[in-house]
């Protein structure tokens, strides 16, 4: 959910700004490379073929996911990925499977309480063992890390890159966040395939 919606007309000046403001490199070619997607998710036949791409991501970076038409109860329920939701939700819990560490991914929901999409709330809440400030600093990695892999599949990352408010704090602390998250990217030793050294 946005929490500063920007008009459509205004979009390009407020992605100018933002971009005006990465002196870093690395976290300007990201960007660049968010900003070339479309700022609108995808609708049906397209949006499908994003699903299986992204559980086909998912597939290389190693995190099971269900069988489709299974009824899960969470994204990530501790064991796989609920294949039924959207592809830039698959590919959010991917990352969230690859920041986590051995022992949080055997919980639901990573130990990190319920998210937006958690059916069964209270489960999650019971299983969340990460603080509120690390779970931020989670959530904030794995927002990202699934953008990148959207702009890498042909997604629309703009649309997530929005929706998850990367230009909230927008002539306040917005760029220097975005830089901070690359940079801690950029130091993850992901398993190949699901490296982004082409990307970031």
Known sequence: MILTPIPRDRLPAALDRFAAQLADLTARAAFAGIRTTSPDRAAGAEAERHRKAALDW?????????????????????????????AYVILHEVAHYLLA?????????FGL????????????????????????????????????WEEALGQPALASFLDQNWLEGLDRSAAAHFTAVVRRLTDLALPSPCLLQDKI
Do not use: K, Y
């Open 101 to 109: 560490s051995p022992e949080r991914r055997g919980l639901v929901d």
């Open 113 to 148: 309480g319920p998210g937006p999409d958690t059916r069964d709330r209270a489960a999650a809440e019971r299983a969340a063992t990460v603080p509120v400030a690390e779970r931020e600093a989670d959530e904030a990695a794995a927002s990202l890390l699934g953008i990148l």
């Open 58 to 86: 998912a597939r290389r970076c190693g995190v099971p996911a269900h069988p489709d038409g299974t009824d899960c109860g969470f994204n990530w329920d501790g064991t796989a990925l609920d294949p039924g939701t959207e």
